[in-house]
């Protein structure tokens, strides 16, 4: 139970700066995750937030204390690994009892709390075992125990899932997030993989090269992201990106990608003086099979049914994009389709830059989104 | 016809470890079945393979011949010291090596493997010299000083790999969960470890109980075992030498005995 605040935090590993003046606030309470390719420096802020790494310069707060010059134990703050860090000489039970051993807990209170973190963790019929003897969703399941065991603060968990396979992790990703529902810790959760990051986070810190680039719920930064990083990062398919130019002739505008061109009805005041990038989702993208005024022409290059929606790659003038299309349509290799590159869908970014730029008229998702609750 | 090249080869295996392994044991059991014969049965030739009457005369014999047993308490003593001094300063450098980046890492252990390189009659002299300049010449303080020296940089070397074998993140987790940073390493990096820290304990006490050179240029009449009995070999009867052999090789087996289970976990875990 405690609000958690970076304030201008640098960590350097001799000259490559691996976190660089970071600024971020959690709530109390948040699920927050921190996502980003490997090196983008989110390990490493989160061992600042726990302790492990000094920070070079900035402060972190956990709560209403300045936690930058305490050591780890006094952050009460509790962290499950990648590696998990199962104590291999010391039985689950053992394990799971040690935060509490070293706060010197009551023999009573201690057998109470490992009893009921293993049983939230199913892992009640394992307290006796070695951690030698247990699979690494087994062993998983004792990291998390351990951490939730001390009723700490801040619960902190570097990649928890990577080191399991597929199924299990998919397993694991909702036990997880119903687990950390019913508790109150504010957590702080890494991971490269942005499924995981979308499907588990409360808001979602993107980060590239020790910066947060964008800081939002899923579907804000899945649906708008800030710049051409975090759409081609986040999704699958990553966002389509196309050069593309905006032109006005009396009223009207239209833009103009290599494949073609379509009338565009906004202001596009915003977009002069910039070379500009087109990007679009590729379930945005709407597709005729026949052609009509607006759509752009496409070849079919490879058609991948997924069960739930077919991906297909096309080739629109010198682009190659991904487009989402119905399940129950199947265009053949070689075969012409017309996109339709809906202008309310499009997420414009400068080509020299990366950074988004707002036309006003984007339909975005989070004003559409409904919470039933 | 694989299957049957693969049971010659299996067969060939064991001859060869049968082999060796007789190499290395049958002196030692002909040693044992003489330390424990009279003292006739010792010069019997063809030797029996089982001892014939059992007797403790000739491990008397050897225990009551002059200086003795002085020198057998004066290795106790000389490995013991060597063997704590080996751990209180090899371990704790052993694991800096192993954790700490620090300037001059590489160098340090290319230094203490490079001490390994020179045989040790080369610096004889010298070491002389200066155990007389500093007067602790034959003296049991001197001979365990010189015995730390030999097996020191061995020790740091072994626990240095021992402590790299152990993940930093579970000290980490430690200090996560509670610890300070020696505690972290006194509840999770000290009890893994120990196997291996144990293995190197054998190492100190072996090198040392059997240690002949230094120790019988060093001292004169506080001699270690083995120089007393390097002293006494060349006018001595057979019984004596095989009785002394029995006393030195006796300890190591005992030792290795007790702490076979730690050096199997360390080298078994490391070939997995």
Not at chain 1, 47 to 69: F, K, P
Not at chain 2, 56 to 74: A, K, P, Q, Y
Not at chain 2, 161 to 180: K, P, R
Not at chain 2, 216 to 234: F, G, K, S, Y
Request: charged share 20%; aromatic share 8%.
């Amino acid at each position: 139970m405690a609000d958690i605040r970076f304030e201008g935090v640098r960590k350097n590993f001799g000259k490559f700066a691996a976190v660089d003046a970071v600024d971020l606030e959690v709530k109390d309470g948040e699920f927050m995750v921190l996502l980003g390719p490997s090196g983008c420096g989110k390990t490493t802020l989160l061992r600042c937030l726990a302790g492990l790494e000094q920070v070079d310069s900035g402060s972190v707060h956990i709560g209403d204390r300045d936690a930058t010059d305490l050591p780890p134990r006094r952050r009460r703050i509790a962290m499950v690994f990648q590696s998990y860090a199962v104590f291999p000489h010391m039985k689950v039970s053992e394990n799971i009892g040690f935060g509490l051993r070293m706060q010197k807990e009551k023999k009573s209170v201690i057998e109470e709390r490992v009893r009921s973190s293993a049983e939230l963790l199913h892992i009640e019929e394992l307290l006796d075992r070695y951690s030698s003897q247990l699979s690494g969703g087994q062993r998983q399941r004792v990291a998390v125990a351990r951490a939730i065991a001390t009723n700490a603060d801040v619960l902190l968990m570097d990649e928890p899932l990577s080191n399991l396979d597929a199924l299990l992790r998919l397993e694991m990703r909702a036990e997880l997030k119903t687990l950390l529902q019913s508790l109150d810790a504010t957590t702080i959760y890494v991971t490269h993989d942005q499924i995981e990051a979308l499907s588990m986070g409360d808001r979602i810190a993107v980060m590239n090269k020790g910066r947060i680039v964008q800081l939002g719920n899923p579907l804000e930064v899945y649906d708008n992201p800030a710049d051409t990083f975090v759409g081609g990062f986040i999704g699958s398919p990553p966002m389509n990106f196309l050069e593309a130019k905006v032109t006005t002739n009396g009223g009207t505008s239209s833009v103009e990608v290599s494949g073609g061109s379509f009338g565009f009805p906004g202001d596009v005041a915003a977009l002069a003086g910039h070379s500009l990038l087109l990007g679009i989702r590729a379930e945005s993208i709407g597709v005729e099979t026949a052609a009509a005024d607006g759509l752009v022409r496409a070849k079919v290059i490879v058609l991948e049914p997924l069960g739930s929606y077919n991906l297909v790659t096309v080739r629109c003038g010198e682009d190659t994009l991904k487009v989402s299309i119905s399940p129950e349509l199947f265009p053949q290799p070689d075969s012409d389709i017309w996109l339709r590159l809906e202008p309310t869908r499009i997420r414009w970014m400068d080509r020299d830059t990366g950074v988004a730029i707002h036309t006003g008229i984007e339909k975005l998702a989070t004003e559409t989104a409904v919470v039933i609750s | 016809m694989a299957l049957r090249r693969l049971r010659i080869g299996r067969a060939l295996a064991y001859v060869a470890a049968v082999v060796i392994s007789l190499w290395i044991l049958a002196p030692l059991y002909f040693i044992t079945v003489a330390a424990f014969s009279t003292f006739d049965a010792v010069y019997e030739y063809p030797k029996q393979l089982a001892p014939q009457n059992v007797s403790t005369d000739t491990i008397r014999v050897f225990l009551d011949s002059e200086g003795i047993t002085e020198s057998l308490r004066r290795s106790m003593y000389v490995a013991a010291i060597a063997m704590v001094a080996c751990l209180l300063i090899g371990t704790p450098a052993g694991y800096a090596l192993a954790r700490f980046k620090f300037r001059g890492a590489n160098p340090f252990q290319l230094a203490l493997v490079s001490t390994r390189a020179f045989p040790l009659i080369i610096i004889a002299v010298p070491l002389a010299v200066t155990y007389l300049r500093f007067g602790i010449d034959d003296t049991i303080y001197g001979v365990a000083l010189a015995h730390v020296a030999f097996t020191l940089p061995l020790t740091v070397l072994i626990t240095a790999s021992v402590f790299a074998g152990i993940s930093y993140e579970l000290e980490e987790a430690a200090m996560t969960l509670g610890c300070g940073r020696f505690s972290a390493f006194r509840r999770v990096a000290l009890p893994l470890a120990l196997p291996g820290v144990a293995a190197s304990t054998i190492f100190i006490f072996v090198t040392s109980w059997n240690e002949v050179f230094a120790a019988a240029i060093l001292t004169l009449t506080n001699r270690t075992l083995p120089a007393q009995m390097l002293a006494a070999l060349d006018f001595s009867p057979l019984p004596y030498r095989l009785a002394g052999g029995f006393f030195l090789m006796a300890p190591a087996l005992v030792v290795i005995f007790f702490i076979r289970k730690y050096l199997l976990t360390t080298w078994g875990s490391a070939a997995r």
